[in-house]
């Protein structure tokens, strides 16, 4: 029996992450989900949005999978979802991106990685105003840092027989932080083995949407990787789709790309499918290869199908009617 903390989160979170606990359960596997609360519902009864004893929790329990967690714009508290991430350590972030067939998208048979640094870069929350006049944030970039997400990143391409990794970064503006990274991206890679190129962001944005086959798995700084993801997910149908981990030394949280999206929240019309392959992630992650492989299996014959898809993907079913279609796959 495996112990993983749960947090739904808010928005569609609730709604997806009941999805996926029903087609985790669907499988057999014995989980028990410890379940907490973080986000703005929390403040009022703890006085912050990340108390201690959800953080106490995942530790506890080394595994943990979210729903996403809205995060105030241009004021109030800080992400929970960064927060989170730099408390645990959870330096990668690991996002596969890859097409289903059955899923209407200008591109076929795309599958990409992107490997993001999780804990620094801009999200590392140094800023401070200057008078009214302006506002500084610190896009700080450490070769202790660079190192491992890199080294990650070249273990990942060599355990998956992954063809090439580019580095992604924009060292030809910032010479010193990107170019540390640069620097280090080619001596870790170099030493490593594996085939390498590097390109820089905004290059790389274009040649993703022109030709994505271009690429395989991409390691880059946080800010970077953010972006690239929500493009590449543009390039498979959506952000309904796209899973993640944020991975540490010997603790994971898995969530979905996607945000809270307030606009379909309640309606049960989100699709639930990015979180439900966060927790196929999940389950590699926890050795339980066969009832990952249930669900993607499910997930695939769904989409063959292609008559009961939700509404972001074209179709016209809900994501209680979606999950009881993959659940039938799976039984
Ligand atoms: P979003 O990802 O929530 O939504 C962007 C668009 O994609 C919306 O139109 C939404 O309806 C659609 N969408 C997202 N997930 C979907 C799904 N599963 N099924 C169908 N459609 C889906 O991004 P947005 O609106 O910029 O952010 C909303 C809030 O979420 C913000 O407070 C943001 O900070 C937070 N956020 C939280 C994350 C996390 O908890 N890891 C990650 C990204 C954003």
Redesign the pocket.
């Known amino acids: 029996m495996y112990k993983v903390t749960l947090i739904p989160?808010d928005?569609?979170g609730p709604e997806?992450s009941n999805a996926m606990v029903k087609v985790v359960e669907a499988t057999g596997v014995d989980i028990e989900w410890e379940k907490v609360e973080a986000g703005a519902d929390v403040i009022d009864e703890f006085g912050v949005p990340l108390p201690d004893y959800v953080i106490d929790s995942i530790k506890k329990n080394k595994v943990a999978i979210k729903g996403?967690?809205?995060?105030p714009?241009g004021k109030g508290f800080k992400?929970v979802?960064v927060t989170l991430r730099q408390e645990l350590d959870l330096y990668v972030n690991l996002r596969p991106i890859k097409s289903f067939q059955g899923i209407k998208s200008r591109y076929e048979g795309i599958d990409l990685v992107i490997v993001r640094e999780n804990t620094e870069d801009l999200y590392a929350g140094i800023e401070h105003k200057i008078g009214d006049y302006g506002a500084e944030s610190i896009k700080l970039i450490t070769r202790p840092a660079c190192e491992r997400i890199v080294e990650f990143a070249c273990k990942y391409v060599k355990d998956n027989n992954r063809r090439k990794l580019t580095g992604v970064h924009k060292a030809n503006i910032m010479k010193l932080s990107d170019g540390l990274f640069l620097d280090v991206f080619r001596e870790v890679a170099q030493k490593s083995g594996v085939d390498y190129d590097d390109l820089i962001v905004d290059a790389a944005a274009m040649n993703l949407v022109i030709n994505p086959d271009k690429f395989d798995v991409m390691v880059m700084p946080n800010l970077y990787g953010d972006i690239l993801s929500d493009l590449c997910a543009g390039l498979v149908g959506?952000?309904?789709i796209i899973p993640g981990a944020n991975i540490g030394e010997d603790v994971a949280v898995f969530?979905?790309v996607?945000?809270?999206?307030?606009?379909?929240a309640g309606k049960n019309i989100?699709?639930p499918t990015?979180l439900i392959q966060s927790a196929v992630m999940m389950l590699r992650y926890l050795g339980e290869y066969e009832n990952a492989d249930k669900i993607e299996r499910a997930l695939e014959k769904v989409f063959e199908e292609g008559t009961r898809l939700?509404v972001?993907l074209g179709g016209n079913v809900g994501t209680s009617e979606f999950v009881d279609a993959l659940i039938e796959k799976i039984k």
């Open positions: 989160g928005g569609i997806v996403p967690i809205t995060t714009v992400s979802n959506g952000l309904g969530e979905a996607h945000g809270s999206a307030p606009d379909i989100a699709n990015a939700t972001d």
